[in-house]
C-alpha cells in the first residue's frame, strides 16, 4: 500500500536553531501534501497544505515565515521550523493522497521535535 | 470543528469485539465516513471508510444506520494492540481531515 515516510523520527535542538523535517512518499505522486501539528493530549490541528510547485497555504494562526514549507518534487516536502522556542516542541505529523477520488489520507509516522 | 461527536473513552476485554459509535447527524451527501486511528507517538492508521452501505475490510467492519446520521466501527475481536484513539471523520473529496478527540479505546486482558 501507499506509504508516507517522515524523517527524522524525533530530533532535539536548541532555542533559536532551525530544524528541518522532511516527508517522502515512496511508492506514489503527492501534488498535495499536508502538515499538522499535534501538542500532548490533544487532537491533531491542520498547519498548512504544502502544494508542489507553489507556495504552501496556512491555516490561520500558523505563521508563515516560522514555519517554512517547501515542495519542490512530487515526491517530496519539507517543513523547516526556523528559529525554534521551546513553545514549538511538538509532533508534527505530514499526510498525502495517494491518488484521485476517496483514496484515504496516508499519515507518516510522525517526527517529535523537543526545543531546549 | 470535527463535526462528528464520539465517546471519550472505551474499554473492551481482549477478545471480545469493540463497537465503537460516531455519531455525524449533520452529515452531507457527498460526504464520506472515515475511521483512523493512532496509536501512542505514531501517525493515525487508516482503517476503513464508507459511504452508505456497510464496509469490510482485514481490520474492521463499518456499520452506518440507513439515515446516514450515525455509524458504527467494529473490531471484531479486539487484541491489545487495537489500544488506541480512534477518529471518526466526515469528510468530501480531496481535502484534508480534521480531526476530533477521538476516543480512547483500552483493550484489557
Known amino acids: 500500500g501507499a506509504v508516507v515516510s517522515q524523517h527524522p523520527s524525533w530530533v532535539i535542538c536548541k532555542s533559536g536553531t532551525s530544524v528541518k523535517i522532511e516527508c517522502r512518499s515512496l511508492?506514489?505522486?503527492?501534488?498535495?501534501m499536508f502538515w499538522y501539528r499535534q501538542f500532548p493530549k490533544q487532537s491533531l490541528m491542520l498547519m498548512a497544505t504544502s502544494n508542489e510547485g507553489s507556495k504552501a497555504t496556512y491555516e490561520q494562526g500558523v505563521e508563515k515565515d516560522k514555519f517554512l514549507i517547501n515542495h519542490a518534487s512530487l515526491t517530496l516536502s519539507t517543513l523547516t521550523v526556523t528559529s525554534a522556542h521551546p513553545e514549538d516542541s511538538s509532533f508534527y505529523i505530514c499526510s498525502a493522497f495517494p491518488g484521485t477520488g476517496n483514496s484515504p489520507l496516508h499519515f507518516g509516522n510522525g517526527t517529535r521535535l523537543t526545543v531546549t | 470543528d470535527a463535526k462528528t461527536t464520539q465517546p471519550t473513552s472505551m474499554d473492551c476485554a481482549e477478545g471480545r469485539a469493540a463497537n465503537l459509535p460516531c455519531n455525524h447527524s449533520?452529515?452531507?451527501?457527498?460526504?464520506?465516513v472515515y475511521w483512523y486511528r493512532q496509536i501512542h507517538s505514531q501517525g493515525p492508521q487508516y482503517i476503513i471508510h464508507?459511504?452508505?452501505n456497510n464496509e469490510t475490510n482485514e481490520m474492521a467492519s463499518l456499520i452506518i444506520t440507513e439515515d446516514r446520521k450515525s455509524s458504527t466501527l467494529i473490531l471484531p475481536h479486539a487484541t491489545l494492540r487495537d489500544t488506541a484513539v480512534y477518529y471518526c471523520i466526515r469528510t468530501s473529496g480531496n481535502t484534508p481531515l480534521v480531526f476530533g478527540k477521538g476516543t480512547r479505546l483500552s483493550v484489557i486482558a
Open positions: 511508492d506514489f505522486q503527492a501534488t498535495t
Open positions: 464508507g459511504l452508505k
Open positions: 449533520t452529515i452531507s451527501g457527498n460526504e464520506y
